[in-house]
């Protein structure tokens, strides 16, 4: 069976950041989970031949935070840094539009 990777965000992404003072890879009070991706990853993690990646720019540290923080550990099959180049993602799901990090890249509308 062939495993489709799929790659999450976290800043702006599975969370919403409302704080234009924050530091990057920094947890604030402000950053807010933004449920409707929250709960695609959980759907996308029921298939048998995906795996979730929850990832981010911040660092895999700052990913497996917010991960845990949002109770992701039971559908996440890996936390990394975006700048993991052993990770490979099929689908990458980001809100930067300027982003190739899948071979699909779907960005979301968080702002």
Avoid at 75 to 99: G, N
Wanted: net charge neutral; hydrophobic share 40%; with cysteine.
């Amino acid at each position: 069976m062939i495993k489709t990777i799929i790659a999450f965000d976290v800043d702006g992404t599975l969370i919403t950041n409302n704080d234009p003072d924050r530091v990057h890879g920094v947890a604030s009070k402000d950053e807010v989970p933004h449920v409707p991706i929250i709960n695609m990853l959980m759907v996308l993690s029921r298939f048998k031949n995906v795996r979730i990646v929850v990832w981010s720019g911040g660092g895999k540290d700052y990913a497996e935070v917010w991960g845990r923080r949002l109770g992701l550990d039971p559908y996440v099959w890996k936390y990394a840094t975006k700048l993991d180049t052993t990770i490979k993602p099929d689908i990458a799901i980001d809100d930067i539009q300027d982003c190739e990090l899948g071979a699909i890249n779907l960005i979301v509308r968080n702002k």
